[in-house]
């Protein structure tokens, strides 16, 4: 009897496992609109690095200084930095269908214009619209891994998130090198039409639509909206330009700095007052948020700040181009695809502050790799380097992610996303600025410390002077025109050390911020 029971027993047990497994399930239309969501994000992180190969050419073709060039990553940068706030509050009022359907309309159109644009003035101008919606879709894609899927199938969505966080910087420059030596620049604008198109087919299938929240549009956070966007904008412009404008002894720096501080100021103050505000900063009380927040700002330096100044160093010191520049950077992108796929498994079985721990000291070694660089050290050498960063990228984004969102409700997903995104890309403005400026100081540095060393060796010195005449000589120079020749050819040659030198010396500066940022995680709760 006993037995007969239990027997009974077992099929109704297993049919309540069957029905909650069931319920886990994730419908296959939200994988859809999942991936669709991923691809956005994909294009959006990639246009921020894929002009940086061909901006001699659209400077050339629009007949651009070298200085309004620069504004056409800067005009990006700056709307993507202001749209990232926005994008939980639209996604709320607009939902999330149609506001990824207009966002991404406007991304599309706007890259056609950048096509076709006449000027420098339009180039920018249309850029800054591709910044403004691109900035949209990044903490979108992240808010629907977490809405649309439960916990356990989560750290797959992060993985999927990771690939487009730093696969998308790391092929940047090999696919607009490519673009740009085979075909023409125009076609880093085109290539995001095909995409596009995807995108809103996926996003129009697999999300359901939502009613437009009129009241949130009308009652918004507006003096949140303002101070948000006037200090994180100026901010952007102030790290972005301020080494070209001599910092502090620019009457423009020092202007925008001071705006952009008191709005900062005010807007961190309205945001914890305000009863719906823009983004919600109260979730900083949360004590592992709060770290991994830090956590994603030092990703952000070392990411975004690696990508800026590899290629900067193979174009000085050993004359890359664009292609060949691309062909070192790829190292560092595709073999994270290999990466990547594992990291959801491992999950599972060792802590995520562990896995974390682990991507921040590979990444940290791999700039440590990079401290003793000499005029030998070129793209060959560097590929060691690449191979570390690839291996910690994948073990950082997925796991630290995961680490981020405990604690964190569904209600709370979009601020929360907000508020890292918004720490990865300050990272790597504060990076680029910290790093632009060292160059220059350091390499100032390191050569006045050469040209004080040169009478320790000056016999050294002036036969290297002898040799370099003689070789000027040979090639049909008179002896005072060869003289003046070997000694420009010496000044070249110390200065190359002095700036091989400052990378030695930048790439030590962000080894050290990857080795607290290990700390950090090691000494986290999770």
């Given at each position: 009897m006993h037995s007969s029971v239990t027997a009974t027993e077992q099929p109704s047990i297993s049919h309540i496992e069957q029905v909650d497994q069931s319920r886990n399930d994730v419908p296959r239309r939200h994988w859809i609109a999942l991936i669709g969501g991923l691809i956005g994000a994909f294009m959006a992180i990639l246009d921020i690095q894929i002009t940086n190969s061909s901006l001699k050419d659209i400077q050339g073709a629009l007949s651009a200084t070298l200085d309004e060039s620069s504004w056409i990553s800067t005009s990006y940068l700056v709307a993507e930095m202001i749209a990232i706030p926005l994008s939980g509050w639209l996604s709320m009022a607009l939902g999330k269908r149609r506001y990824l359907t207009w966002t991404t309309v406007i991304f599309t159109l706007s890259s056609l214009l950048c096509s076709i644009s006449w000027n420098m003035t339009s180039m920018i101008t249309f850029r800054a619209l591709q910044g403004f919606s691109g900035g949209a879709l990044i903490p979108l894609a992240f808010s629907l891994v977490v809405q649309l899927l439960p916990v356990h199938k989560r750290a797959i969505g992060m993985a999927m998130f990771g690939v487009t966080a730093t696969f998308a910087p790391s092929i940047g420059p090999t696919l607009g090198g490519w673009l740009t030596e085979n075909l023409s620049w125009h076609y880093i604008f085109y290539i995001n039409i095909p995409p596009a198109i995807l995108l809103i087919t996926m996003v129009r299938y697999g999300l359901d639509d939502e009613p437009l929240n009129i009241q949130s549009l009308l009652k918004?956070?507006?003096?949140?909206?303002?101070?948000?966007?006037l200090g994180l904008g100026c901010l952007e412009v102030v790290l972005e330009d301020g080494n070209r404008e001599e910092w502090f002894n620019s009457d423009f720096i020092v202007t925008l700095a001071?705006?952009?501080?008191?709005?900062?100021?005010?807007?961190?103050?309205?945001?914890?007052?305000?009863?719906?505000?823009?983004?919600?900063?109260?979730?900083?009380?949360?004590?592992?948020?709060?770290?991994?927040?830090?956590a994603y700002l030092i990703l952000g330096m070392a990411l975004l700040g690696s990508i800026y100044v590899l290629p900067l160093y193979l174009t000085q010191i050993q004359h890359y181009n664009a292609m060949e520049i691309g062909e070192v950077l790829m190292w560092m992108g595709f073999p994270q695809l290999l990466i990547f796929p594992l990291v959801p498994k491992l999950t599972n079985i060792i802590k995520p502050k562990y896995l974390v721990t682990f991507g921040f000291i590979m990444f940290g070694l791999s700039c440590y790799v990079n401290t003793h660089m000499s005029i030998d050290f070129g793209g060959q050498q560097l590929i060691f380097s690449m191979l570390l960063r690839a291996i910690g990228s994948p073990f950082i984004m997925v796991p630290l992610s995961l680490v981020a969102m405990q604690g964190i409700s569904k209600a709370d997903t979009p601020d929360a996303s907000t508020l890292t995104n918004v720490m990865r890309n300050l990272g790597g403005a504060f990076s680029i600025a910290i790093i632009a400026t060292m160059l220059d100081n350091k390499t100032r540095e390191h050569l006045a410390h050469i040209k004080e060393s040169v009478p320790s060796v000056s016999s050294n010195a002036w036969q290297q002077l002898l040799q370099q005449s003689s070789y000027f000589v040979q090639a049909g120079s008179d002896a005072n025109t060869a003289m003046v020749q070997a000694q420009a050819s010496l000044v070249a040659t110390m200065q190359r050390d002095a700036a091989i030198m400052a990378y030695n010396d930048a790439f030590l500066m962000m080894s050290a911020f990857l080795a607290m940022a290990a700390v950090i995680m090691l000494s986290s709760k999770s």
């Amino acid at each position: 009897m006993h037995s007969s029971v239990t027997a009974t027993e077992q099929p109704s047990i297993s049919h309540i496992e069957q029905v909650d497994q069931s319920r886990n399930d994730v419908p296959r239309r939200h994988w859809i609109a999942l991936i669709g969501g991923l691809i956005g994000a994909f294009m959006a992180i990639l246009d921020i690095q894929i002009t940086n190969s061909s901006l001699k050419d659209i400077q050339g073709a629009l007949s651009a200084t070298l200085d309004e060039s620069s504004w056409i990553s800067t005009s990006y940068l700056v709307a993507e930095m202001i749209a990232i706030p926005l994008s939980g509050w639209l996604s709320m009022a607009l939902g999330k269908r149609r506001y990824l359907t207009w966002t991404t309309v406007i991304f599309t159109l706007s890259s056609l214009l950048c096509s076709i644009s006449w000027n420098m003035t339009s180039m920018i101008t249309f850029r800054a619209l591709q910044g403004f919606s691109g900035g949209a879709l990044i903490p979108l894609a992240f808010s629907l891994v977490v809405q649309l899927l439960p916990v356990h199938k989560r750290a797959i969505g992060m993985a999927m998130f990771g690939v487009t966080a730093t696969f998308a910087p790391s092929i940047g420059p090999t696919l607009g090198g490519w673009l740009t030596e085979n075909l023409s620049w125009h076609y880093i604008f085109y290539i995001n039409i095909p995409p596009a198109i995807l995108l809103i087919t996926m996003v129009r299938y697999g999300l359901d639509d939502e009613p437009l929240n009129i009241q949130s549009l009308l009652k918004a956070d507006w003096v949140g909206i303002v101070t948000m966007a006037l200090g994180l904008g100026c901010l952007e412009v102030v790290l972005e330009d301020g080494n070209r404008e001599e910092w502090f002894n620019s009457d423009f720096i020092v202007t925008l700095a001071t705006i952009s501080a008191v709005s900062l100021v005010y807007f961190v103050i309205n945001e914890l007052q305000h009863k719906k505000p823009l983004v919600n900063l109260r979730l900083l009380k949360n004590g592992q948020f709060a770290m991994s927040c830090l956590a994603y700002l030092i990703l952000g330096m070392a990411l975004l700040g690696s990508i800026y100044v590899l290629p900067l160093y193979l174009t000085q010191i050993q004359h890359y181009n664009a292609m060949e520049i691309g062909e070192v950077l790829m190292w560092m992108g595709f073999p994270q695809l290999l990466i990547f796929p594992l990291v959801p498994k491992l999950t599972n079985i060792i802590k995520p502050k562990y896995l974390v721990t682990f991507g921040f000291i590979m990444f940290g070694l791999s700039c440590y790799v990079n401290t003793h660089m000499s005029i030998d050290f070129g793209g060959q050498q560097l590929i060691f380097s690449m191979l570390l960063r690839a291996i910690g990228s994948p073990f950082i984004m997925v796991p630290l992610s995961l680490v981020a969102m405990q604690g964190i409700s569904k209600a709370d997903t979009p601020d929360a996303s907000t508020l890292t995104n918004v720490m990865r890309n300050l990272g790597g403005a504060f990076s680029i600025a910290i790093i632009a400026t060292m160059l220059d100081n350091k390499t100032r540095e390191h050569l006045a410390h050469i040209k004080e060393s040169v009478p320790s060796v000056s016999s050294n010195a002036w036969q290297q002077l002898l040799q370099q005449s003689s070789y000027f000589v040979q090639a049909g120079s008179d002896a005072n025109t060869a003289m003046v020749q070997a000694q420009a050819s010496l000044v070249a040659t110390m200065q190359r050390d002095a700036a091989i030198m400052a990378y030695n010396d930048a790439f030590l500066m962000m080894s050290a911020f990857l080795a607290m940022a290990a700390v950090i995680m090691l000494s986290s709760k999770s």
